[in-house]
């Protein structure tokens, strides 16, 4: 974990206000990292600058006592619901990365530092879901080819307007899983009655890339779900780095680090699981740009949907699956012990006799 921060609040916002921003200090790098780290550890889909603007407010550490003061009450033209989801959010924050807390407070009572600094991590976070897409829209190729197919969605000038359901091979990995039979008789025809309007595929049906296909059963739904290896794929591209994404043994691999290994995470989560899978739907889709409503389906709606599935930690099926990405992701790959009689014949242990021997016949000699 971090070291205690050594910057004042004047001092953070100094550096966080200037073009670029001044990252030469650890205190502005590690509220970096933090930030970076919010839109897989809690959610992409929350408002930064509002989250901590009622969090500290609730816990009466913000106070508004100028009359006209721009800040006004945060209390003021909110619903209850939507207040409380911002503190949860913040309570939630601070549970999966704790060190960001000791920067945040140092801004307590102070309304225009609290903007400026929140807004700076707000940025950060929006900037790393940027990030993501933009280097899974190429990596989607490099999926497909170590699987042995061949596949061009065209797009040279940064469109995805050929993936979606304009590609057979995106188009029935973003099929409902309950359709794939349909989709396979004909894509064109799949297509052509989801352009019509005669198909809808929304953020309620898992689509097949969420799936092992050979364990999908309509009778149970959850068997075989989130173990697609597109999925994984895209998940390890995104926490262990571009070259773990399509490796077939488990774990990292060595050199630098991935964004898992920067923040410290010794499990996968199911946040982290969720951001995948919103990130690979989107990676397949033929939306250029980011947009959190894509026709019928809701990309939050999505993500919360995801996170339904881990209401109970304590499920074997929760359990279970988390375990799996904990291994796939994050288990270092176990050292294999060479036996007794390997070692006794190693290099290094052969000098070791012949020295021994050489030293003995000279002193037998002499």
Known sequence: MPEEPSLTSSQIVKA?????????????????????????????????????????????????????????????NIDADAREEHIQAYQKIFHKIPYLKSYVIRFENDPEGLGHLSTFIHNCAKAVRGEDINKLKDAVHAFASVRGISVDFGGHDGSKALRGFNHPYSGRLNCPMRDIKEFDRSWESYRDMFDEGLKTVDHDDWPCHAYKEDMYDPNNIEAGLMKGEFLFSVGRHIYTGKRTANLKTDGPSKGKGGRAKINHQADVTPEMIAYAAMLARFSLSSQSSWKTIEGSFDYSKYHRNVLELFEDLEDPWCVDLLRLYTKRFLSPKPKPERSLASRRNSDREQLKRQRASRRQSTATSS
Not at 16 to 40: E, G, Q
Not at 42 to 50: A, N, T
């Open 16 to 76: 966080i206000l200037k073009h670029p921003v001044d990252t030469s200090h650890k205190d502005i790098r590690n509220i970096r990292t933090a930030a970076r780290w919010i839109p897989c550890a809690v959610s992409p889909f929350i408002d930064l600058r509002e989250v901590f603007k009622f969090g500290m407010y609730a816990e009466g550490k913000l106070v508004y006592t100028k009359e006209g003061d721009p800040y006004v009450d945060p209390n003021a």
